[in-house]
């Protein structure tokens, strides 16, 4: 089992910037890519960022060229920078890690809200 615990959300104003982290532990072995989701009520879950252990990235153009996601490989923790914070990105967010390139595990999830 893989168990991921993410952190750092919270209310801030448009403008501004929090950082995720997500903290997986447990059977890691075999987890490639990890990445958040977000999903705010009534909306789609979207994809906003992911990553794999090589470092190669992929964003959402909704926050292409704001937000950057990151990977600390021997602390197993993957990071989400968020700046110029806009209250379309209000959503719930949630780290995932993979099972043979889907997304297979999951955290808790973190609320962000952004207000305007």
């Known amino acids: 089992q893989v168990k991921l615990v993410e952190s750092g959300g919270g209310l801030v104003q448009a403008g501004g910037s929090l950082r995720l982290s997500c903290a997986a532990s447990?059977?890691?072995?075999?987890?490639?890519?990890m990445g958040w989701y977000r999903q705010e009520h009534g909306t789609q879950r979207e994809l906003v960022a992911n990553?794999?252990?090589?470092?190669?990235?992929n964003y959402s153009d909704r926050v292409k060229g704001r937000f950057t996601i990151s990977r600390d490989n021997a602390k197993n923790t993957v990071y989400l920078q968020m700046n110029n914070l806009k209250p379309e990105d209000t959503a719930v967010y949630s780290c995932?890690?993979?099972?043979?390139?889907?997304?297979?595990?999951w955290g808790q999830g973190t609320q962000v809200t952004v207000s305007s």
């Open positions: 995932f890690a993979d099972h043979n390139g889907l997304p297979y595990h």
């Open positions: 447990g059977s890691t072995f075999g987890v490639d890519a």
């Open positions: 990553i794999d252990r090589g470092g190669n990235t």
